[in-house]
């Protein structure tokens, strides 16, 4: 099978070090077989390229998302609002090599559309976006030019079996796979057995903002526990902080592996989104026992996680805390669960490629043209 130009258009920084669950996907997606990948916006400081990897900052129209609040940054990039030319061309020069480009997201499609006559495209749909703006001003705009995005796709690649059920009866796309998010394998190094160090992971998002909030209401009534918050969520701003509750912030990933080893508990209080939740799969990775809410286990319906997540409401999450660790043979034996859980999902999802798929799919679209 001959070697496809793929290109990948994204945005907000996707350079690692990595600032959020998004920029993981977007690297990880093609396993080093990306031609390019080209971002914009968000906290995008300079314009930089690094090997495979472009980012061109838009400090304009990042500062016009923030004055209009209400996710208006993605809005923003879609409309082309502030949006610098020398970007505009490079991404035209790009598409006009490009065998194959995938939007990972909705909002570039609006800009190039015009260009992607003859070109395979694929939508990485990390999310249903119109779902996460229900009641947000935009959301009527973003369901439309993400319909548009899904029917003109050769490929949709979607996250969660939910997700994907849900474009196939909204937007009937013709060409639609379940591709979940997973990270690296790693040894299992759980030494929390004796610990009272709880963890959440997160990146400056609405969900992950509202999930440290909940944390640190929490941290007050539990005095006996440290908490620690990995991730640049903590660029939030959060004022009357706890005194056992550390913001650790981007850290590498040795450190975080060494926080995750020696923690007992990971937490998963989220409320809100769609998607797999990937710091889930993280926790899993590393045999972290999990407290979760409901919604936080979304991706992960096909698997039994009796005996290795507890599913909670909101209230139970602290007798849940207490109650695991005060019966520490229980939770050594769920960190031993949550390892197996590990093996059971990298043995159905590691088997497939996003790259072997997408050849596959481009060489059956090419000889149709």
């Not at 070697?3 to 080093?32: C, F, W």
């Not at 993605?74 to 949006?83: D, V």
């Given at each position: 099978?001959?070697?496809?130009?793929?290109?990948?258009?994204?945005?907000?920084?996707?350079?690692?070090?990595?600032?959020?669950?998004?920029?993981?996907?977007?690297?990880?997606?093609?396993?080093?077989?990306?031609?390019?990948?080209?971002?914009?916006?968000?906290?995008?400081?300079?314009?930089?390229?690094?090997?495979?990897?472009?980012?061109?900052?838009?400090?304009?129209?990042?500062?016009?998302?923030?004055?209009?609040?209400?996710?208006?940054?993605?809005?923003?990039?879609?409309?082309?609002?502030?949006?610098?030319?020398?970007?505009?061309?490079?991404?035209?020069?790009?598409?006009?090599?490009?065998?194959?480009?995938?939007?990972?997201?909705?909002?570039?499609?609006?800009?190039?559309?015009?260009?992607?006559?003859?070109?395979?495209?694929?939508?990485?749909?990390?999310?249903?976006?119109?779902?996460?703006?229900?009641?947000?001003?935009?959301?009527?705009?973003?369901?439309?030019?993400?319909?548009?995005?899904?029917?003109?796709?050769?490929?949709?690649?979607?996250?969660?079996?939910?997700?994907?059920?849900?474009?196939?009866?909204?937007?009937?796309?013709?060409n639609a796979i379940l591709l979940t998010h997973l990270l690296k394998n790693v040894k299992y190094q759980w030494n929390g057995e004796d610990s009272r160090d709880i963890i959440f992971i997160g990146s400056i998002y609405g969900p992950n903002i509202e999930a440290v909030e909940f944390i640190l209401s929490l941290a007050r009534t539990m005095p006996d526990f440290q908490f620690h918050i990995i991730g640049n969520v903590n660029t939030h701003g959060f004022p009357h902080k706890p005194g056992n509750v550390q913001f650790h912030g981007l850290i590498q990933d040795a450190e975080k592996d060494n926080l995750f080893g020696n923690s007992c508990i990971a937490l998963n209080p989220i409320f809100t989104g769609g998607g797999r939740n990937v710091k889930m799969i993280d926790y899993i990775m590393h045999g972290l026992p999990v407290i979760s809410t409901e919604i936080g286990i979304r991706g992960l319906s096909q698997y039994d996680l009796s005996g290795a997540v507890a599913v909670e409401k909101p209230e139970h999450f602290k007798e849940t805390i207490l109650k695991l660790t005060g019966n520490r043979d229980k939770l050594k034996s769920m960190s031993e669960n949550t390892f197996k859980l590990k093996e059971k999902i990298l043995a159905t999802e590691s088997s497939f490629t996003a790259y072997d798929i997408i050849s596959k799919e481009y060489e059956k679209w090419k000889s149709g043209h």
């Open positions: 099978m001959a070697t496809i130009k793929i290109l990948q258009l994204s945005h907000g920084k996707i350079i690692p070090d990595y600032i959020s669950a998004y920029a993981m996907r977007v690297n990880h997606l093609l396993e080093g077989n990306s031609w390019k990948i080209c971002s914009v916006g968000g906290l995008i400081l300079h314009d930089v390229k690094e090997n495979k990897l472009e980012e061109y900052r838009s400090l304009l129209s990042t500062t016009y998302s923030v004055l209009k609040g209400n996710r208006s940054l993605e809005i923003a990039i879609s409309k082309g609002i502030l949006l610098r030319k020398k970007y505009i061309n490079s991404v035209r020069a790009l598409i006009s090599e490009a065998d194959a480009i995938i939007f990972e997201g909705p909002w570039e499609y609006p800009l190039f559309e015009k260009l992607l006559e003859n070109k395979f495209v694929v939508y990485d749909a990390h999310n249903v976006e119109s779902l996460l703006r229900t009641g947000n001003k935009y959301h009527d705009y973003t369901e439309e030019i993400e319909g548009k995005l899904v029917q003109r796709s050769n490929l949709l690649i979607s996250v969660s079996e939910n997700d994907l059920k849900y474009f196939k009866e909204k937007f009937n796309p013709g």
